[in-house]
């Protein structure tokens, strides 16, 4: 469902990402971790169409998100590590905002709004402007819009900061119902418990390159550490300074 080919962003005479390939197949949840500055959200831009390769392609359900942006980003629901939202909107007219851009503005698709609002203890501030919503507010009314219009790839970066532990617990859930579902995720976070909990197969990235990918029990046998994956990451990263 993703497929990263040679993937290289130069900024300058600084390399955010080196010659990354990738494969995360469809139904799958792919935990993308890396100490700060390794390059994850410049590969979550790349993603996206956000950003523009130096070299190297990106393809979305077949799609080149490049040459083929519209019909790729269809296929997207984005979850960055910022929650951007119109200030002067409130969460109810974003919904529908998204459901228009997607042209899935339903009755169906209202219901399934309104109980995801229900669903994460946002109906009381639903016709409240965004702008004077908590971050963790703001993030729960992205991850309704991102699951709104039917998705088949989410991508989300940072997903659980600024959320009370109820509030992740709710987007975990809805997570792994999304999987369930037959959805692909490929989620960054420094949380390495929910990549532990949520992740079929973990990618390590450091200076902008892979250095380890594979399911959480192969980069135990690679890392020679059978303890938790904070154990694992710290053991790769640190081998790959040195």
Known sequence: ??????????????CAVNNLSLTIKEGTCFAFLGPNAAGKT?????????????????????????????????????VPDVPYLYEKLTPREHIRFILDLYGKRTAERIELSEQLLVKLKLVECADQLTGDLSHGTRQKVVFVCTFIHDPKVII????????DPESARLVKNMLKEKLQEGCTVFMSTHTLSDAEELAD??????H???????TFDELKQKSGIHGKLEEVFLKITQEEVR
């Open 208 to 214: 902008g390159r892979g250095i380890a990918q594979g």
């Open 42 to 78: 410049t590969t979550i831009k790349l993603l996206t169409g956000l950003l523009k390769p130096t070299d190297g392609d990106v393809f979305i359900g077949g799609y080149h998100i490049q040459d083929q942006y519209v019909e790729a980003k269809r296929l997207i629901g984005y």
């Open 1 to 14: 469902m993703i497929q990263i080919k040679n993937l290289t962003k130069q900024f300058g005479e600084k």
């Open 156 to 163: 989300v970066d940072e997903p659980m900061v600024g959320l």
């Open 201 to 206: 197969r973990i990618g390590i990235i450091d």
